[in-house]
Nanobody
């Protein structure tokens, strides 16, 4: 069993920073890609940032230039730091991880996708 636990977010002022943290725990063998998704009110979930196991990053056009995703493999964690927040950045931020995990009492290894519980980020003027 693998769980992704998120922390951070909350109410922030426009132009200010947003910091999010996500740590994976459980029967983890190794984590491949990790990412942050965002679901804004009335919109579908979208990919905000992604980081590969090797450290390569990808960002959505809407946040490019004011966002950084990083990871700490020793802690099985991924972080998100956004600057110059805008009202349209408001939404639920979801941590995502693709991980090799033990199943069936350690007999089988499976590559699965896991999601965090979501962290609300609200940007106000």
């Amino acid at each position: 069993q693998v769980q992704l636990v998120e922390s951070g977010g909350g109410l922030v002022q426009a132009g200010g920073p947003l910091r999010l943290s996500c740590a994976a725990r459980g029967s983890i063998l190794s984590i491949n890609a990790m990412a942050w998704y965002r679901q804004a009110p009335g919109k579908q979930r979208e990919l905000v940032a992604r980081i590969s196991s090797g450290g390569s990053t990808n960002y959505a056009d809407s946040v490019e230039g004011r966002i950084t995703i990083s990871r700490d493999n020793a802690k099985n964690a991924v972080y998100l730091h956004m600057d110059s927040l805008k009202p349209e950045d408001t939404g639920v931020y979801l941590c995502n991880a693709v991980s090799w995990t033990d199943e069936e009492g350690g007999i089988t290894r499976r590559l699965r996708t896991y999601w965090g519980q979501g962290a609300q980020g609200t940007v106000s003027a």
